[in-house]
């Protein structure tokens, strides 16, 4: 019975870390370097695609795939490092992160929305989708930017 109690007091608190999605970076300064490295990672990524769709490296439907590939997962990572006390240090993040939390999170949703057109049009082995879809994720990274960061 006491078992039973400790087991369940153990699983709320394993269930609330987890929801505490911070709790994985044991300093501000540690979130605020890994969303930095993991939109470094996306951006170099992001830069190989666009440069095949306009034109200037060649298309290599297989490459293009492998990038995709990255940046569809690594760009799933920086929004859990937005956490509390991560507005202040090294970082061109702005205010507005933290005082509408609901727009930030649309803006999120919609580079995952764009993403994932570009991973269906990575598929196709088109140019030409590469090119519609590249620019929608282009348009989600500079839509947030321009609300969400400093220049
Ligand atoms: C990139 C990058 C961005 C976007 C944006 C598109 O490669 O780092 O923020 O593309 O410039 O407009």
Not at 33 to 50: G, L, Q, S, V
């Amino acid at each position: 019975m006491f078992i039973k109690q400790i087991a369940r007091v153990v699983g709320v608190f394993a269930l609330l870390s987890a929801m505490c999605a911070h709790a994985q970076f044991a300093k501000p300064e540690d979130a605020i370097k890994y969303r930095k490295a993991a939109m470094t990672i996306m951006n170099t990524h992001f830069a190989r695609i666009a440069a095949m769709a306009q034109g200037k490296i060649p298309f290599d439907a297989k490459v293009a795939q492998d990038n995709e590939e990255v940046f569809a997962t690594v760009s799933k990572l920086p929004w859990s490092a937005f956490g509390e006390g991560t507005d202040k240090g090294d970082t061109k993040a702005k205010a507005e992160i933290w005082s509408d939390q609901a727009k930030f999170k649309a803006a999120q949703d919609k580079l995952l929305a764009e993403s994932l057109k570009l991973n269906a049009a990575v598929k196709t082995g088109k140019l030409d989708d590469l090119n519609v879809a590249f620019k929608g994720v282009g348009a989600a990274c500079k839509g947030c930017h321009d609300g969400f960061k400093d220049k």
